[in-house]
């Protein structure tokens, strides 16, 4: 874990160590000097701005990220108007990937009115051979790119790139590696993420994530625990596990442990008071994780577990390990075990050979599970991934009917799933004042719905009971109860 170190101690006229973490806080004292260097020739601070694309495994990163900054002197900016800005990007739709070209854009002409501007761009996008021979040829403005298996690198390549040594380009191809022990800084005082594990082995047919994040490596239960300790410590009351498929945690560790037992060994730390995880693949949901939730008085009533299809021939052509009917079979165990739970699912609608029957088998699941939240999306193909080279690609019109056809009953069934907590009091982690009316806080639900009642932004950040009084469609209005 993260250990306060003083970088003015560290003598930067020396070699840098070649061991980690110790070699990035030489390198985090080297850009410390750079940016006091700079700010005094210039008479005002160098600012930061960190935009976030992707999932909630690239957020954790930006922590990273925003961290390291911070050590390094930079101050963080409002906006894009800084001096050194940074994407992580998100490859694992085609949109994701047009928006940061974007940006890329306006950005160049941010660059021609501030020549002290760096830019630099990082994430699973950078680990796509294409895209970085484009950003080489036409994007030379960009002066950082570097990847994911590489980010606990990032004190090193800044400071390369403070030191203006032309466009610096650093990708791996993969890693074994797990360097911790960095600096990092949340979004949020009383809530974090943690990765549990990195990368992923499942290779659905259609996704980019394990060829752009690597294979599947689990941290060890001990070094995952101290975290959580030092971030109760620290004032955290809320804890993500994180993972590309958090049912495989564990497995391929030396001494190998389940994830339902990691669970188990969170819930004993003291001042952590609500646990969620993400992501779960159905096919690795075991019985054990259904019992330790069930159990368990911290583990928020909420489960993510993405369906992709409901049509059985399109779940083998997806390889997703699992037919409609073991599907269906799973959502009913939990919910009969654990009836107060919110399921939430991912779809992706017009996947390569997609009928209007597997649609309507889809169709069928939605509705059969009533889903508290869904997030649906088209297909994209993805350069590389064995879908993009299948032949019946569904033509744009048929898809765009099927999305608005699903999006109608899911969004049917989460207002009516909403609406059961209408008049009940629940427990929420106060987590915003509410941007166009400051009276208002927002609060979330352990089963992640959000309510928003009249508060004292004193609150932020406590767990408190609210009385759902109006249910808005996908949200509350509500009020708070005294103690
Ligand atoms: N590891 C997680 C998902 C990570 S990606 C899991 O397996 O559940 C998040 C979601 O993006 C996926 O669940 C899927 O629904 C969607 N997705 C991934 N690749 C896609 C593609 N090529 N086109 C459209 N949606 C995709
Ligand atoms: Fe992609 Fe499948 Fe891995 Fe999720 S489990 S990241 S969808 S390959
Ligand atoms: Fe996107 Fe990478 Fe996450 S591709 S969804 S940011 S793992």
């Not at 294979?215 to 101290?226: A, K, V």
């Not at 001494?255 to 730390?269: A, K, N, W």
Request: net charge negative.
């Amino acid at each position: 874990m993260y250990q306060e170190i003083d970088l003015d101690k560290i003598d930067i006229y020396t070699e840098p160590p070649i061991e980690e973490p110790a070699r990035q806080y030489y390198y985090m004292a080297k850009c410390r000097k750079l940016v006091e260097k700079e700010t005094k020739q210039r008479g005002r601070p160098f600012t930061f701005c960190v935009t976030t694309f992707g999932c909630q495994m690239n957020a954790r990163d930006s922590e990273k990220l925003t961290g390291i900054l911070e050590q390094a002197g930079f101050l963080p900016a409002p906006d894009e108007h800084a001096d050194f800005v940074i994407y992580n990007t998100c490859t694992v739709r085609e949109n994701a990937n047009l928006k940061v070209y974007g940006h890329l854009g306006l950005l160049k002409h941010e660059k021609k009115s501030n020549p002290h501007m760096r830019i630099a761009l990082c994430g699973c996008m950078m680990q796509e051979p294409k895209v970085v021979e484009k950003l080489k040829k036409s994007y030379r403005f960009v002066d950082l790119i570097f990847g994911t298996h590489n980010i606990f690198k990032f004190a090193e390549l800044l400071a390369r790139t403070l030191e203006g040594q032309g466009q610096v380009i650093d990708i791996w191809e993969g890693t074994d590696e797990i360097v911790e022990d960095l600096p990092l800084e949340r979004k949020y005082p009383f809530k974090s993420g943690v990765n549990i594990m990195f990368g992923c082995n499942n290779f659905c047919s259609y996704c980019i994530v394990p060829y752009v994040r690597g294979r599947e490596r689990s941290r060890r239960p001990e070094d995952i625990l101290q975290e959580i300790e030092m971030l109760a410590q620290d004032g955290v009351s809320e804890v993500m596990l994180l993972g590309q498929n958090v049912n495989s945690y564990g497995k391929t560790l030396k001494t190998p442990i389940s994830f339902g037992e990691l669970l188990r060994r969170v819930e004993q730390i003291e001042g952590i008071r609500r646990i969620r995880f993400m992501t779960s693949h159905p096919k690795d949901l075991s019985e054990e994780l259904i019992q330790v939730m069930k159990a368990s008085e911290k583990i928020c009533r909420h489960l993510h577990l993405p369906l992709q299809s409901g049509s059985t021939r399109i779940l083998k052509a997806m390889n997703r390990r699992y037919t409609k009917e073991q599907y269906l079979d799973l959502a009913e165990r939990i919910r009969r075990e654990i009836p107060d739970i919110s399921l939430t699912t991912d779809i992706i609608v017009g996947f390569p050979g997609e009928t209007e029957e597997d649609f309507l088998e889809t169709l069928d699941v939605v509705q059969r599970v009533q889903y508290d939240n869904a997030y649906t999306f088209i297909y994209s193909k993805r350069t590389g991934t064995p879908a993009a080279a299948m032949e019946n690609q569904v033509p744009e019109a048929e898809v765009k009917s099927r999305f608005d056809r699903l999006l109608s009953l899911v969004q049917e069934n989460a207002r009516a799933r909403t609406a059961r907590f209408a008049d009940t009091v629940q427990e929420v982690l106060i987590e915003e004042v509410n941007e166009h009316d400051p009276s208002l806080l927002t609060g979330r639900m352990s089963n992640n719905l959000l309510v928003h009642f009249p508060g004292d932004a004193a609150l932020m950040g406590s767990i408190r009971k609210v009385r759902l009084n109006e249910c808005r469609g996908f949200y509350y209005m509500g009020t708070l109860i005294s103690d």
